[in-house]
T-cell receptor, first 115, second 113 residues
Framework: DVKVTQSSRYLVKRTGEKVFLECVQD?????MFWYRQDPGLGLRLIYF???????EKGDIPEGYSVSREKKERFSLILESASTNQTSMYLC??????????????FGAGSRLTVL | AQSVTQPDIHITVSEGASLELRCNYS??????LFWYVQSPGQGLQLLLK??????LVQGIKGFEAEFKRSQSSFNLRKPSVHWSDAAEYFC???????????FGTGTRLQVFP
């Protein structure tokens, strides 16, 4: 089975702190994604990456950055955390061989609380 | 640009009853369509997908969905719900020219014994 592992399930940070959310996949997938999940808003795409060192903005990139130095690892960075970034963050990966038709495999999520 | 609407925020059914969760999409061509399920405290798991061909698709856990082009819908159904089906369900749409998936806002299913 493809596994997507998010290293932190729960984090509590203070306003202004720099936050790193790490995601690792073990099936050599090309694409990796970061979504944010909020009640009533569903999943919103923050950033995605289709290759090492490549990234594209999603629908809500403001306040976030990403890093993909190795194919298996995709990090989400909050440079200066704010209370409105309190949310559930979901990482996903997909094979990348067929636009639009790729199945996403999700990690279990990282619940971030910013105080 | 594509979009997805799940009109029902919360649905409650009795165990053993039938279920239909609604999903409507907006896209200029035939989209790729997905249903995912999220159990409490978990990530999302694929239930089923439609890419082409037979418009009635079967998925895991006894779920099925039907693509209706004329209604721009991809509703999820199950003939008899089990208590373990209580979860949040997300419909998603993909397009030919991007790897991004657009998700609906989700429908939370509650099952009473």
């Amino acid at each position: 089975d493809v596994k997507v592992t998010q290293s932190s399930r729960y984090l509590v940070k203070r306003t202004g702190e720099k936050v790193f959310l790490e995601c690792v996949q073990d099936m050599d997938h090309e694409n990796m994604f970061w979504y944010r999940q909020d009640p009533g808003l569903g999943l919103r795409l923050i950033y995605f990456s289709y290759d090492v060192k490549m990234k594209e903005k999603g629908d809500i990139p403001e306040g976030y950055s990403v890093s993909r130095e190795k194919k298996e690892r995709f990090s989400l960075i909050l440079e200066s955390a704010s209370t409105n970034q309190t949310s559930m963050y979901l990482c996903a990966s997909s094979l990348g061989d067929s636009w639009g038709a790729n199945v996403l495999t999700f990690g279990a999520g990282s619940r971030l609380t910013v105080l | 640009a594509q979009s997805v609407t799940q009109p029902d925020i919360h649905i409650t059914v009795s165990e053993g009853a039938s279920l239909e969760l609604r999903c409507n999409y907006s896209y200029g061509a035939t989209p790729y369509l997905f249903w995912y399920v999220q159990s409490p405290g978990q990530g999302l798991q694929l239930l089923l997908k439609y890419f082409s061909g037979d418009t009635l698709v079967q998925g895991i856990k006894g779920f099925e969905a039907e693509f209706k082009r004329s209604q721009s819908s991809f509703n999820l159904r199950k003939p008899s719900v089990h208590w373990s089906d209580a979860a949040e369900y997300f419909c998603a749409v993909g397009a030919y020219n991007t790897d991004k998936l657009i998700f609906g806002t989700g429908t939370r299913l509650q099952v009473f014994p």
